[in-house]
Structure formats: C-alpha cells, structure tokens
C-alpha cells in the first residue's frame, strides 16, 4: 500500500485531513500546494506556538518586518499583520478545496489573543476583526472554550462568522460547547444571516489527555492504575462523539438544520503522539469516523501516510467501552474533572506563552 493509497482511505472513511502548521514558507515555497495535491490536504490550524516558531526559524518575514519597521507599527498591530496576511495567503491556496466541498473544507483557522482567553467581550471583538482582516470566507476563527469563551463563540456566530471552538477537554464542557454553537445559529438566523453560510469545528484535544492522565495514573502506581495508561485519550475522544451524535439528533438542531444550518463538526487536535512507547499514528487511525476532522503536526501526517492502519469506523462501537474506561479511571483514584481543568488552564498558559515569544520575537525584528 503507497502512502497516498492510506491517506486516501482515511479521506474515503469520512475524516477530513488538515495540517497543524502553517508558515510563510511553507507558503512561499509551494510545499503547502503540494500538501494538498499529493497528501489529501483540506484545511490547516494555526495557533500562536505554530506562528511564534515560524517568525524566530527562518528569513522569510524579514521583508514585510522591514516594511512594518519603517511604517512604524507598534508590535501587537505588527504580529496581527503577519499572521492574517500568511492565513490570508493559505485561505487563497485552499479556495479550490473549499469551492469544491461547497464550504466544508479548504478552511484555515486563526486564533484570537490567548490573553483574551478569559474576557468575553474582547474576545468577540477581536473575532471579528479577525475576520475582517483576512476578509476570506474560508477563515475560521479560533476560541478557546473556557467559561467565558462560551458566550463569545454564540455572540461572535451570531455576527454570522465560522468558528473553531478550541482548547476542549471535557464532555460536559462539550456539551456547553455544542449549546453555544446552536445558541449562536438561533442568534444568526434571528439577525438574518442565512445559517446555510455558517460553518463551525469543535477541537477537542486528544494527546494532552493521555499526557495528564499518564501522570497521574504513574503517580497512584498501582497494578490497576498502571495497566489504564493511554486509554484515557481515546476513550474520552469516544464518548464526546457520543454526546455529538445525540444532540445532533434533538428536535433543537432538527429545526436549525432545516433552515440549512451545517452540523459542528468534531476535529480531533493535539494527534501527535507525546509518548514515544506508543504507536505513532494512534490518535488517527483509532480515532476514524465519518464527518470528524484529524489537524496533524506534519510528521504525523507522513507516519500515517507510510504505516497507519486505516480500518473503517473505529469510533461509533467504542462509546461503551470508553465509558467502562472511565469508570475504571475513577475507580483507581483520578480525579477526572480536576486533570481536565488542570489541562485547559495549562493550554491557556502555553498558548499566552506563545504569543509573548512572539511579540518578543517581533519586537527584537522590528528594532
């Protein structure tokens, strides 16, 4: 089996490919179009850890950072110039692919200030001069589902602008994510904006979950805490599709849908492997299920391109086992809510890391 044959089976199965990177370069260079022919590419995430290693790894920034400098622009407005232009220029590579899927895909998604992770208000604003900016309709724009990012997602779909909901860890949290996302349609279509042009992901993060859960799991030590590590992730995947295909059966969504409103679908993020002991292509190829997106880091592409073992569904007959899984984890100690809460505090932490490499990054280039 070629590499492209094992790409084209997950494509075949329903599951939408995306990169997890983006750079100017990738860009430039054409590799991101050959991504595209060659590898069943159909969307890319970015996220200020991908844009802060871009701007300090390589040259290619430095002519429109010149031009920033002798224009006199501040840091902050700079690094919005940087990233919308190079998700601009993606969304243009990727208009063929959204075109030809009427919208699903060919999408690029760029996320709001991590610092604004917890304020409602600046969020919504930002969103939606994000949107403005790149001034693509292939854009997605990325908000994290803390407590207060929740409103923002309803507010900022009610402007009639696609939303990556990001940062998703737990399936209660899910659940509020997936009332947001209806909330905001209802909101949408009561301010006339057609629902039929509205399109929105959820991310729920896969590898982190194993990575916490591991941890803790290590840390008990016992033979029955020790023999559940690496179940958590999948599991957890499991469950929260689970809960998508029940509340996208309700009479609430039935109504939206058949004013032409497009189901939220699940993307799996954070699918590279953190634990060499583990197959590397593990939160792909158990993880395929009709109607999901899988954003891969680019080395995890390729290894699912060379050895995955793409199977059919291995999703939909999985929910009650992965319920058994966590019943299981409970039962050896682990307090499930605390690790969930703990991973999504850290992934605002990182991501604000992030995004001060970045402005620091960009300071020093600007003089």
Excluded at 134 to 157: H, M, S, Y
Excluded at 238 to 253: G, K, M
Aim: glycine share 6%; hydrophobic share 45%.
């Amino acid at each position: 089996m070629t590499m492209t044959d094992r790409l084209a089976q997950l494509s075949d199965a329903g599951v939408s490919i995306w990169l997890d990177d983006l750079s100017r370069q990738r860009l430039t260079s054409g590799q991101l179009a050959g991504l595209i022919r060659d590898r069943n590419l159909v969307g890319v995430t970015t996220n200020p850890t991908i844009f802060a290693k871009a701007v300090a790894s390589g040259d290619d920034y430095i002519p429109q950072l010149r031009d920033l400098a002798a224009r006199g622009v501040d840091v902050h407005d700079a690094v919005r110039e940087i990233t919308t232009t190079d998700v601009r220029d993606a969304c243009d590579v990727f208009r063929s692919v959204y075109d030809a899927t009427g919208g699903v895909d060919g999408r690029v998604s760029l996320e709001v200030d991590p610092e604004l992770a917890r304020d409602t208000d600046r969020t919504v604003t930002e969103a939606l001069e994000l949107a403005k900016a790149v001034d693509r309709p292939n854009l997605f724009v990325k908000i994290p589902a803390t407590e207060q990012g929740l409103p923002a997602i309803t507010r900022t779909l009610a402007e009639g602008v696609n939303v990556n909901v990001t940062l998703i860890f737990a399936v209660e949290r899910y659940r509020e994510v997936i009332d947001a996302f209806m909330a905001g349609l209802q909101q949408a279509r009561a301010n006339g904006f057609p629902l039929e042009s509205i399109h929105s992901v959820a991310s729920f993060f896969v590898s982190r979950v194993d990575a916490e859960i591991d941890k803790r799991l290590d840390a008990i030590g016992t033979d029955e805490a020790l023999a559940l590590r690496g179940e958590a992730a999948i599991a957890n995947a499991r469950i929260a599709h689970a809960l998508h295909r029940e509340l996208f059966a309700t009479e609430r969504w039935q109504a939206l849908a058949a004013d032409g409103a497009h189901v939220q679908r699940p993307l799996w993020a954070s699918t590279g492997v953190k634990n060499p002991e583990y197959s590397d292509t593990r939160y792909v190829d158990r993880l395929v299920t009709a109607g999901v997106v899988n954003t891969m880091p680019e080395p995890t592409l390729h290894a699912v391109a060379d050895h995955a073992e793409i199977e059919g569904d291995t999703v939909v007959n999985g929910a009650d086992a992965a319920r058994e899984t966590f019943e299981r984890l409970a039962a050896v100690g682990v307090d499930l809510e605390d690790a969930f809460r703990t991973l999504e505090n850290e992934g605002v932490d990182k991501f604000v890391a992030s995004w001060h490499e970045l402005l620091e990054t960009v300071s020093e280039q600007l003089g």
